[in-house]
């Protein structure tokens, strides 16, 4: 499953078509891109050694975002944020409430979310939440998983 990892998708042979014909391609390859953890497409001709340096860049940045780690206040705000900009719906018209995340450890960046309710979050609401968490940290084609960790009240 390549979807859960990183990737850059590189599209090569590009001077084997003219304008009109990489301006076509692109549209269908900037589809998938956003499919895909929102990945970074870049058009080379490997033979015309066009646009190989900007792929050895985006591989190293992406290499430098794979061990990064953020601060669960960071998180938490972000976490807000979507929930101020896009809120929750109703569960059997009682709020779910989504109160903190942190970054777990783990080989992929996964961010546990602690809240009531979690498990009425509809799928929907789950891309959106990785979509503007991949937008705010600014983590283009790294794939985030979210992990939803119920807290039951005790005095019920």
């Known amino acids: 499953k390549f979807m859960n990892k990183p990737h850059i998708i590189a599209v090569n042979k590009i001077d084997l078509l003219n304008k009109s014909q990489i301006n076509e391609y692109k549209k269908y390859v900037e589809y998938f891109s956003n499919i895909s953890s929102n990945a970074t497409c870049i058009y080379l001709s490997a033979s015309m050694r066009k646009n190989l340096s900007q792929l050895k860049k985006e591989m190293y940045a992406l290499s430098i975002?794979?061990?990064?780690?953020?601060?669960?206040?960071?998180?938490?705000?972000?976490?807000?944020?979507?929930?101020?900009?896009?809120?929750?719906?109703?569960?059997?018209?009682?709020?779910?409430?989504?109160?903190?995340?942190?970054?777990?450890?783990?080989?992929?960046l996964t961010i546990t979310i602690h809240g009531n309710r979690t498990g009425k979050i509809p799928k929907t609401y789950d891309k959106y939440l990785c979509s503007f968490f991949a937008e705010k940290l600014s983590i283009k084609g790294i794939p985030i998983k979210i992990i939803y960790s119920k807290q039951e009240n005790p005095f019920i």
């Open 65 to 108: 975002k794979l061990d990064k780690r953020f601060k669960s206040s960071l998180l938490t705000k972000i976490l807000n944020d979507a929930t101020e900009s896009h809120p929750l719906p109703m569960s059997n018209n009682k709020k779910i409430k989504l109160k903190f995340a942190q970054q777990a450890n783990s080989d992929q």
